[in-house]
C-alpha cells in the first residue's frame, strides 16, 4: 500500500483500490485527495486489513470498506495529524478499527486539531480508547462528524478528548480542552462484554450537538457521559 501511496500525486483525487487481504505494514499518507479503497466491503472473511499504524499527514484523505488495525499498545491504528501539523480535514466511512483480539491498541483513531474529520458508519471494537479529538500545536479540532458508529468493548472511552494513549503523538499543547462543531449523532455506545469507564468524555470549552444515540446502560447513561455546556445534548 504505501508503494501505491507513494506513485499517487498530490491533489489529482487519486484514488488506490486494495485487494482482500491483510497487509502487515506502517502506511504514511502526505498526498492531499488521496483515497484508500477496499475492492470489497468490510465483514469477515473477505476484507481489507492494514495491519500497522496509519499516519495520515494531508488535506482531504478518505478511506472507505478498510479494517485498521495499529498491532501496538502504544499507537493509534489511524493518527490524522501529527507531531509537527495539525490533522487536516478526513473522511472515514464502512471501515473498522479494531483489534485482533488479543492485541489491544492505545487508540482505534486519533485525530489531532485541524477541522472537517467526518467518521461515518464504521466500527470501533475493543480498543483501549476509541476516538480521541486532540488538539493541535494550535486549534481545537472542528468540524467533528460522529454518524452512525458502533462502538464496543472499548476499555476507557469511547468517544474523547485528552490523553489518546499513543506515545507517538504530540501532547504539549491544549490537548483536553474541548472540540468545537461536535455533531455525534445515530451511533450505539457500549455493549459486548466490556463497558468502557466512559461512552462520551468530552472536556474544556465546546460546541456542537449530540442525539438519537443509544447506550449500554441505564438511565440513558448519564453516569457515562461528560459532556460541556456547549454540547446541545438530547436523548
Same mark, same amino acid.
Request: proline letters at 4%; a negative charge.
Given at each position: 500500500i504505501q508503494a501505491a501511496v507513494d506513485e499517487a500525486v498530490s491533489g489529482r483525487g487519486d484514488v488506490i483500490v486494495i485487494q482482500r487481504g491483510t497487509y502487515t505494514e506502517t502506511v504514511t499518507i502526505g498526498k492531499a485527495g488521496l483515497t484508500l479503497l477496499g475492492a470489497v466491503p468490510y465483514g469477515y472473511p473477505d476484507h481489507v486489513i492494514i495491519?500497522? *499504524?496509519?499516519?495520515?499527514?494531508?488535506?482531504?484523505?478518505?478511506?472507505?470498506?478498510?479494517?485498521? #488495525?495499529?498491532?501496538? +499498545? @502504544?499507537?493509534?491504528?489511524?493518527?490524522?495529524?501529527?507531531?509537527?501539523?495539525?490533522?487536516?480535514?478526513?473522511?472515514?466511512?464502512?471501515c473498522s478499527f479494531a483489534s485482533d483480539g488479543t492485541t489491544e491498541p492505545a487508540c482505534g483513531l486519533l485525530i489531532v486539531g485541524g477541522n472537517d474529520h467526518s467518521v461515518i458508519r464504521c466500527r470501533v471494537i475493543d480498543n483501549?480508547?476509541?476516538?480521541?479529538?486532540? *488538539?493541535?500545536?494550535?486549534?481545537?479540532?472542528?468540524?467533528?462528524?460522529i454518524l452512525g458508529n458502533? #462502538?464496543?468493548?472499548? +476499555? @476507557?472511552?469511547?468517544?474523547?478528548?485528552?490523553?489518546?494513549?499513543?506515545?507517538?503523538?504530540?501532547?504539549?499543547?491544549p490537548g483536553d480542552n474541548g472540540v468545537r462543531n461536535f455533531l455525534c449523532t445515530d451511533n450505539h455506545f457500549g455493549g459486548g462484554v466490556t463497558i468502557p469507564t466512559?461512552?462520551?468524555?468530552?472536556?474544556?470549552?465546546?460546541?456542537?450537538?449530540?442525539?438519537?444515540?443509544?447506550?449500554?446502560?441505564?438511565p440513558n447513561a448519564s453516569a457515562t457521559i461528560t459532556i460541556p455546556a456547549g454540547i446541545l445534548y438530547g436523548p
Amino acid at each position: 500500500i504505501q508503494a501505491a501511496v507513494d506513485e499517487a500525486v498530490s491533489g489529482r483525487g487519486d484514488v488506490i483500490v486494495i485487494q482482500r487481504g491483510t497487509y502487515t505494514e506502517t502506511v504514511t499518507i502526505g498526498k492531499a485527495g488521496l483515497t484508500l479503497l477496499g475492492a470489497v466491503p468490510y465483514g469477515y472473511p473477505d476484507h481489507v486489513i492494514i495491519r500497522g *499504524a496509519t499516519v495520515v499527514r494531508a488535506a482531504n484523505v478518505a478511506a472507505y470498506n478498510v479494517e485498521f #488495525f495499529s498491532n501496538s +499498545t @502504544t499507537r493509534a491504528s489511524v493518527k490524522v495529524g501529527d507531531e509537527t501539523a495539525e490533522g487536516p480535514s478526513s473522511h472515514f466511512e464502512n471501515c473498522s478499527f479494531a483489534s485482533d483480539g488479543t492485541t489491544e491498541p492505545a487508540c482505534g483513531l486519533l485525530i489531532v486539531g485541524g477541522n472537517d474529520h467526518s467518521v461515518i458508519r464504521c466500527r470501533v471494537i475493543d480498543n483501549t480508547r476509541g476516538i480521541i479529538l486532540h *488538539a493541535g500545536i494550535t486549534s481545537f479540532p472542528s468540524g467533528i462528524r460522529i454518524l452512525g458508529n458502533e #462502538f464496543l468493548e472499548q +476499555t @476507557t472511552v469511547d468517544v474523547g478528548t485528552g490523553e489518546s494513549g499513543d506515545t507517538s503523538v504530540y501532547v504539549g499543547g491544549p490537548g483536553d480542552n474541548g472540540v468545537r462543531n461536535f455533531l455525534c449523532t445515530d451511533n450505539h455506545f457500549g455493549g459486548g462484554v466490556t463497558i468502557p469507564t466512559d461512552f462520551v468524555n468530552i472536556v474544556g470549552a465546546s460546541s456542537g450537538y449530540m442525539a438519537r444515540n443509544t447506550f449500554a446502560s441505564a438511565p440513558n447513561a448519564s453516569a457515562t457521559i461528560t459532556i460541556p455546556a456547549g454540547i446541545l445534548y438530547g436523548p
